[in-house]
T-cell receptor, first 112, second 113 residues
Framework: GEDVEQSLFLSVREGDSSVINCTYTDSSSTYLYWYKQEPGAGLQLLTYIFSNMDMKQDQRLTVLLNKKDKHLSLRIADTQTGDSAIYFCAESRESNDYKLSFGAGTTVTVRA | EAGVTQSPTHLIKTRGQQATLRCSPISGHTSVYWYQQALGLGLQFLLWYDEGEERNRGNFPPRFSGRQFPNYSSELNVNALELEDSALYLC????????????FGEGSRLTVL
């Protein structure tokens, strides 16, 4: 959607770090999410961050939020072939009843 | 615990026909969301039902409609099908307001010929 933008493709070598970037337009966005969609499956929540946080880490995943630039990133350390998927950035805010607005998704391909 | 279930998995229709897609949320979830995932367009929000009422609607024509039943399951209807309606339709559920997590089904693939 136009509220959230992300690059469409990322290719990364197995074992390297992946960084997926996302920008959003509404500064009142309260929650920012990363979802993962594996082939033939629905979306699964990976992690989310509240807008008053700068960073959140969960095992191999690190989320960075730059609220001033309205920029969100997801870093995957030691990328594995199982990380190949489409990654969706999403935001929600009170003014929209916390309805999630998704980006177009970044297709991450992990090569050996 | 059963996740969000959608039916049918695949549906093939011709232009002008009507399609009905069904969704059963996770037990205890009162909110159901419908999203359209068309190739290259990401997820477009369609409809949100909570406690049987339409809570929010995306930028889609009126031929996209739906309802939520007393058991919180939901139905999406698409009338007068057009070729560009071909997409994966994803249903998600949550406990009321979707703060934290939406739980998604695997989707219904609609093909319009």
């Amino acid at each position: 959607g136009e509220d959230v933008e992300q690059s469409l493709f990322l290719s990364v070598r197995e074992g390297d770090s992946s960084v997926i970037n996302c920008t959003y337009t509404d500064s009142s966005s309260t929650y920012l999410y990363w979802y993962k969609q594996e082939p033939g499956a629905g979306l699964q929540l990976l992690t989310y961050i509240f807008s008053n946080m700068d960073m959140k880490q969960d095992q191999r995943l690190t989320v960075l939020l730059n609220k001033k630039d309205k920029h969100l990133s997801l870093r995957i350390a030691d990328t594995q072939t199982g990380d190949s998927a489409i990654y969706f950035c999403a935001e929600s805010r009170e003014s929209n009843d916390y309805k999630l607005s998704f980006g177009a998704g970044t297709t991450v391909t992990v090569r050996a | 615990e059963a996740g969000v279930t959608q039916s049918p998995t695949h549906l093939i229709k011709t232009r002008g026909q009507q399609a009905t897609l069904r969704c059963s949320p996770i037990s205890g979830h009162t909110s159901v969301y419908w999203y359209q995932q068309a190739l290259g367009l990401g997820l477009q929000f369609l409809l949100w039902y909570d406690e049987g009422e339409e809570r929010n609607r995306g930028n889609f024509p009126p031929r996209f409609s739906g309802r939520q039943f007393p058991n919180y399951s939901s139905e999406l209807n698409v009338n007068a099908l057009e070729l560009e309606d071909s997409a994966l339709y994803l249903c998600a559920s949550s406990l009321g307001l979707a703060i934290g997590e939406l739980f998604f089904g695997e989707g219904s693939r609609l093909t319009v010929l």
